[in-house]
């Protein structure tokens, strides 16, 4: 059994278009586990006008949930965060500490407008930088913008930021250009780590070709560098060399 971290789930039940019960959230853990990863981060949509979720509400989901998670045999270890959607609330609220970190508190998980990245995000991804908070990019591949010009998420890279590849994405599950990016920015090198981002069990289905696709093009070295060292060094704040 491998010791994979999954950085970026919604298993966490009710909360937002995650796993809709606990059942669904607990079959998801379960079937993750069977998938090699020994932590599972529970990252719930904190998104003002979508899911109005704030640090105080996912805690007190989170802590009605875990009970349930301890008691089911065959789940791996869990923890929680957020996928903080990129505006002034949010912002705001990771520069004042109201956001909801990764454990340990060094580095954040973040969504984008799917068709183009804010004015002046560089600046404020390396301002992050400076407040010792590591930016992780959600699933680029899914953004329009970066179908268009790659370059723009090196350009991101280069102030700090990290990518977190969608590894459903391999799979064809957001459509044949996610998967074309997602391959081309796995040939280049760009992604620093890679996760499930499921929803419902049935995603598993896709995240497992995701892993096998990397596994038959680039090695079971590649596999562990995108789910186990990555996610470890990105966890501790650090950019995986």
């Given at each position: 059994?491998?010791?994979?971290?999954?950085?970026?789930?919604?298993?966490?039940?009710?909360?937002?278009?995650?796993?809709?019960?606990?059942?669904?959230?607990?079959?998801?853990?379960?079937?993750?586990?069977?998938?090699?990863?020994?932590?599972?981060?529970?990252?719930?949509?904190?998104?003002?006008?979508?899911?109005?979720?704030?640090?105080?509400?996912?805690?007190?989901?989170?802590?009605?949930?875990?009970?349930?998670?301890?008691?089911?045999?065959?789940?791996?270890?869990?923890?929680?965060?957020?996928?903080?959607?990129?505006?002034?609330?949010?912002?705001?609220?990771?520069?004042?500490?109201?956001?909801l970190p990764y454990p340990g508190g060094?580095?954040?998980?973040?969504?984008?407008?799917?068709?183009?990245?804010?004015?002046?995000?560089?600046?404020?991804?390396?301002?992050?930088?400076?407040?010792?908070?590591?930016?992780?990019?959600?699933?680029?591949?899914?953004?329009?913008i970066v179908w268009r010009k790659p370059?723009?998420?090196?350009?991101?890279?280069?102030?700090?930021?990290?990518?977190?590849?969608?590894?459903?994405?391999?799979?064809?599950?957001?459509?044949?250009?996610?998967?074309?990016?997602?391959?081309?920015?796995?040939?280049?090198?760009?992604?620093?780590?890679?996760?499930?981002?499921?929803?419902?069990?049935?995603?598993?289905?896709?995240?497992?070709?995701?892993?096998?696709?990397?596994?038959?093009?680039?090695?079971?070295?590649?596999?562990?560098?995108?789910?186990?060292?990555?996610?470890?060094?990105?966890?501790?704040?650090?950019?995986?060399?």
């Open positions: 059994m491998a010791n994979f971290i999954d950085l970026h789930c919604h298993w966490l039940p009710g909360i937002d278009d995650g796993a809709p019960t606990v059942e669904e959230g607990l079959g998801m853990l379960v079937g993750l586990r069977l998938l090699g990863f020994e932590l599972v981060i529970a990252t719930p949509h904190m998104r003002p006008g979508l899911f109005d979720n704030d640090r105080e509400a996912l805690t007190q989901a989170y802590a009605r949930v875990a009970p349930h998670v301890a008691k089911r045999a065959g789940t791996p270890q869990v923890e929680l965060s957020s996928e903080h959607y990129f505006d002034d609330v949010v912002i705001t609220r990771l520069r004042s500490g109201h956001g060094h580095a954040v998980l973040l969504e984008f407008y799917d068709i183009d990245f804010p004015i002046a995000v560089d600046h404020q991804l390396a301002e992050l930088r400076r407040l010792g908070i590591l930016p992780v990019i959600a699933h680029p591949e899914r953004y329009q370059e723009v998420l090196e350009r991101l890279v280069d102030v700090g930021a990290a990518t977190l590849l969608d590894v459903a994405a391999l799979a064809g599950k957001y459509g044949r250009q996610p998967r074309r990016s997602a391959e081309q920015l796995l040939e280049a090198g760009v992604y620093h780590a890679a996760c499930s981002d499921a929803h419902r069990v049935r995603d598993l289905r896709d995240v497992e070709r995701g892993m096998e696709l990397i596994a038959k093009r680039y090695g079971d070295e590649e596999l562990d560098l995108l789910f186990d060292d990555g996610p470890r060094q990105l966890l501790a704040g650090r950019i995986p060399e």
